[in-house]
């Protein structure tokens, strides 16, 4: 249910992302979400994507994340996929135990709701623990 896109900035992770949620349009049967942190897809996703800029709703941390992602489900039943662009810049922090943490309750949350995720993280791919690993 959960797929990480990792690496460096400038890897591409961004250009995979677009075109992934481009393509989730034609194939996901509900609604699709992106969650990001600044207005950089703006005008590269396609139109009928929910858009959330993360920085206008506070999410300080992962327990934070954790409640805004709970509520937009509890807000509509019909969203199929979460795509979070810049995890660790979202939630303002690195690549850490939290973030396997927040990474396994993601996967639980998304197998009892039927919702995929697709989630950036802009760290060394080679510095990614076998907790993230398994989620590549």
């Given at each position: 249910m959960i797929r990480v896109i990792m690496g460096?900035?400038?890897s591409g992770k961004t250009k995979q992302m677009i075109e992934l949620i481009n393509n989730a349009v034609q194939t996901e049967h509900g609604n699709v979400?992106?969650?990001e942190r600044g207005n950089k897809l703006t005008?590269?996703?396609h139109y009928q994507i929910r858009l959330v800029e993360s920085s206008?709703?506070?999410i300080a941390d992962y327990t934070a994340l954790k409640g805004f992602?709970?509520?937009l489900y509890a807000g509509n039943y019909?969203?199929?996929h979460i795509f979070i662009d810049s995890l660790t810049?979202?939630?303002g922090g690195e690549c850490n135990l939290e973030t396997e943490k927040f990474l396994d309750w993601l996967n639980k949350f998304g197998e009892q709701?039927?919702?995929k995720f697709t989630i950036t993280i802009s760290d060394d791919v080679t510095l990614a623990s076998e907790s993230i690993r398994k989620y590549f």
């Open positions: 460096k900035k400038g979400v992106c969650i005008f590269d996703i206008q709703y506070d992602i709970s509520g019909d969203i199929t810049k979202i939630v709701h039927n919702i």
